[in-house]
């Protein structure tokens, strides 16, 4: 069963931008996004609370912004100045309830320089 759809990965030269989408389930929301680099742990890039609040790595702070509609179940991470340490596979957070997390299959992300 796909609860997550992840798209909008890709191929982008340094300084392009690209627009991540992630489309949940009825039930299953949508958070955040994380990253994993080759040899790299898996880490926060940006989260949104129930509240609206977000939070970003300091790392995407100024050049990356999550967003959500409500109505389609769906967040989207607007990357831009985007540079080769961005590279890596994006995963889409979602949660149900209170204690089922699901993670999407992954949008791999290049930034050639």
């Known amino acids: 069963q796909v609860q997550l759809v992840e798209s909008g990965g890709g191929l982008v030269q340094a300084g392009g931008s690209l627009r991540l989408s992630c489309a949940a389930s009825?039930?299953?929301?949508?958070r955040g996004w994380y990253r994993q680099a080759p040899g790299k742990q898996r880490e926060l890039v940006a989260r949104?609370?129930?509240?609206?609040?977000?939070d970003y790595a300091d790392s995407v702070k100024g050049r990356f912004a999550i967003s959500r509609d409500l109505a389609k179940n769906t967040v989207y991470l607007q990357m831009n100045s985007l540079e080769p340490e961005d590279t890596a596979v994006y995963y889409c957070?979602?949660?149900?309830?209170?204690?089922?997390?699901?993670w999407g299959q992954g949008t791999l992300v290049t930034v050639s320089s």
């Open positions: 957070n979602a949660v149900q309830g209170v204690y089922r997390e699901v």
């Open positions: 949104i609370t129930n509240g609206g609040s977000t």
């Open positions: 009825g039930r299953l929301i949508p």
